[in-house]
Structure formats: structure tokens, C-alpha cells
């Protein structure tokens, strides 16, 4: 009789104990849907009606071919947010510096250059960008230090309002000429138009 007892005192313990596991795995779960936005949707994904896109894959040196060929032959508009744009006119050979370069080419022949730059971030301030401020500001460009807290990662180019360069190229010697890096080369006027909505509300280029 006692040995019945116990075992069902033991059955109804084990009860308790799946059903306090299988609460808190609901409530686990349920909290990380919310937290990843899957319970609620604070988020929303517009789908881009895109007519033939053309799509290029660019791995690293490929981007800096590419894209200094579309500067050259910008004729309306050139935007660009980089999170790393490194000027460094005492280097002889420096892609980046071409890059830039071919920015105030585009301002000098008529086109609509803005450029925003990271400066201030969650870690401190990236003071290599100055170099290439200072530049562009007093070669007559439109450019902009981010000076808020948060970090912007972009490496973002838009061009005449239908090419647009994104991926992880920074605009520094580095990741140009000697790193792996990977973008992508897209020609769409509605994939550009939301890029460049994006650049507006955030940065009021």
C-alpha cells in the first residue's frame, strides 16, 4: 500500500514537472517571436515590382572596375552613404582615392553629387573619414558627416537614378585592392527609387 502511494505520489510529480517544462518552452518561444518580431509586426516588407532587373555579381577587385566605369559616365545624379571612405592624397597608388576623385569629376561636369559619410558611431568616432570630408566639402560637393550615435554600415552607390552598387565594399585601399569582398551591381529605376527613398528619409539627401 505504501509502495502504491508512492509511486503515485511519484506519477503526479512527474505530471507537474512536464507541465511546468511545457510552459515555460510556450512562454520561451512565444517571448522570442515577439522579440524577433514573428508575434508582432513592427516591421513590413514592401515587395518591389521589378521589370527585368539586371543583376551583376562583383567580387573584389571587379567593384572598383565597375563602378569607376558608371562615375565616369554618371550624367544626372551620383549618391552615395559609405560607412568607410578613406582619402589618402600622399598615396600614389590608391583606388579609393580614384573613387573619390571621380566624385568631384561628376560635381565639376554638371552632375548632382551627395555623399553622407559615417562618423560618429556606438564605439567612438572614425576620424579616417576626415581626410575624405575635407576634400570632397571644399572640392564644392555635397557631403555630410552621420553624427548620430548609432552605427550606419552602408556601402551604398546610386547613380542616374536606375544603377545601384551595394554590397560589402567600403571605399578604402583595403577593401578595394587587397581584401575578399562581395557586391552586387544592380540596374533597376524601382530597386534605385527605393534605395534612394531610404537615403532621404534617413539622411535628407
Same mark, same amino acid.
Given at each position: 500500500?505504501?509502495?502504491?502511494?508512492?509511486?503515485?505520489?511519484?506519477?503526479?510529480?512527474?505530471?507537474?514537472?512536464?507541465?511546468?517544462?511545457?510552459?515555460?518552452?510556450?512562454?520561451?518561444?512565444?517571448?522570442?517571436?515577439?522579440?524577433?518580431?514573428?508575434?508582432?509586426?513592427?516591421?513590413?516588407?514592401?515587395?518591389?515590382?521589378?521589370?527585368?532587373?539586371? *543583376?551583376? &555579381?562583383?567580387?573584389?577587385?571587379?567593384? /572598383? %572596375?565597375?563602378?569607376? !566605369? @558608371?562615375?565616369?559616365? $554618371?550624367?544626372?545624379?551620383?549618391?552615395?552613404?559609405?560607412?568607410?571612405?578613406?582619402?589618402?592624397?600622399?598615396?600614389?597608388?590608391?583606388?579609393?582615392?580614384?573613387?573619390?576623385?571621380?566624385?568631384?569629376?561628376?560635381?565639376?561636369?554638371?552632375?548632382? *553629387?551627395? &555623399?553622407?559619410?559615417?562618423?560618429?558611431? /556606438? %564605439?567612438?568616432?572614425? !576620424? @579616417?573619414?576626415?581626410? $575624405?570630408?575635407?576634400?570632397?566639402?571644399?572640392?564644392?560637393?555635397?557631403?555630410?558627416?552621420?553624427?548620430?550615435?548609432?552605427?550606419?554600415?552602408?556601402?551604398?552607390?546610386?547613380?542616374?537614378?536606375?544603377?545601384?552598387?551595394?554590397?560589402?565594399?567600403?571605399?578604402?585601399?583595403?577593401?578595394?585592392?587587397?581584401?575578399?569582398?562581395?557586391?552586387?551591381?544592380?540596374?533597376?529605376?524601382?530597386?534605385?527609387?527605393?534605395?534612394?527613398?531610404?537615403?532621404?528619409?534617413?539622411?535628407?539627401?
Amino acid at each position: 500500500m505504501k509502495i502504491n502511494d508512492a509511486g503515485k505520489k511519484a506519477s503526479k510529480l512527474t505530471s507537474l514537472l512536464i507541465l511546468l517544462i511545457a510552459s515555460l518552452t510556450c512562454a520561451t518561444i512565444a517571448l522570442a517571436l515577439t522579440s524577433f518580431g514573428s508575434a508582432r509586426a513592427p516591421y513590413t516588407t514592401v515587395p518591389v515590382e521589378v521589370k527585368t532587373p539586371q *543583376v551583376y &555579381v562583383l567580387t573584389d577587385r571587379d567593384y /572598383y %572596375h565597375s563602378l569607376i !566605369n @558608371d562615375l565616369r559616365r $554618371a550624367n544626372k545624379s551620383i549618391y552615395v552613404a559609405m560607412y568607410s571612405m578613406v582619402y589618402d592624397p600622399s598615396d600614389a597608388f590608391d583606388w579609393a582615392n580614384d573613387l573619390i576623385r571621380e566624385l568631384v569629376n561628376a560635381k565639376n561636369r554638371g552632375v548632382d *553629387v551627395k &555623399v553622407v559619410i559615417e562618423f560618429r558611431t /556606438y %564605439h567612438g568616432y572614425m !576620424n @579616417d573619414n576626415m581626410e $575624405a570630408y575635407n576634400y570632397l566639402s571644399s572640392s564644392g560637393v555635397h557631403v555630410k558627416l552621420d553624427q548620430e550615435a548609432d552605427t550606419d554600415h552602408l556601402k551604398l552607390v546610386v547613380i542616374d537614378g536606375e544603377i545601384v552598387y551595394v554590397g560589402s565594399h567600403n571605399w578604402s585601399e583595403s577593401a578595394l585592392y587587397y581584401n575578399r569582398e562581395a557586391s552586387v551591381r544592380i540596374v533597376s529605376e524601382e530597386v534605385a527609387k527605393r534605395f534612394l527613398d531610404y537615403l532621404k528619409n534617413n539622411y535628407g539627401l
